[in-house]
């Protein structure tokens, strides 16, 4: 596999004192890199428009390119299937009551969880965007190891792939 081959991408949800927050993230399939993410106090197609946007800026992307997600209805938005022909990003959705398909996307919310939100207790949504902000660009990507990755962070790992591409 190669990097920006395959995206995935889900949305969940977060406890705050001041309510939900729900956060879209894509990830690189190859790297397990989060390559885009937006949070927001609403589930909307808006949110998963910003995380695929905030990727597409980051990312270099193909025609090959693949967005992966489950079949909820902010992923079949048409400002999101809009936003993905812009891009001509090729989508592709998961069969109905399939958990299996998605569940590197499901892994890295459960990894989020464990690591960086249990047992926390946020005041407000702002904190818990920072939080979040903190853990996604200050940790997960650039030095949490990865056993999939041969024990490389995300960014280590795609250093390590745009190395031997030059090679």
């Known amino acids: ?10 949305i969940t949800y977060l406890w705050t004192k001041e309510g939900w927050l729900y956060l879209a993230v894509v990830l690189d ?4 890199k989060v390559v885009g993410y937006a949070i ?3 589930m909307t197609g808006t949110l998963v428009a910003q995380a ?5 800026y980051q990312r270099t992307v193909t025609r090959e390119t693949i967005f ?11 400002e999101v299937t809009m936003l993905l022909k812009e891009f001509q990003l090729r989508q592709s ?11 590197i996307i499901e892994t890295f919310f459960h990894t989020l969880k464990v690591e960086a939100i249990h047992g926390e ?13 903190d ?13 999939a990755l041969g024990y490389l962070s995300p960014e280590q790992c795609e250093q390590q792939l745009l190395k031997n591409y030059v090679d």
């Open 121 to 133: 207790k946020f005041e407000s949504r702002k904190e818990l965007e920072l939080h979040i902000f």
């Open 40 to 42: 927001s106090q609403r």
């Open 68 to 78: 992966h997600s489950d079949r909820g209805s902010q992923f079949g938005s048409n």
């Open 1 to 10: 596999m190669q990097l920006n081959q395959l995206w995935s991408s889900d």
């Open 52 to 56: 695929v946007q905030r990727a597409v």
């Open 93 to 103: 959705m998961g069969a109905t009551g399939s958990c299996y398909d998605n569940a």
């Open 29 to 32: 399939v190859c790297s397990r």
């Open 135 to 147: 853990y996604i660009e200050c940790f997960y990507n650039t030095q949490r190891k990865h056993s």
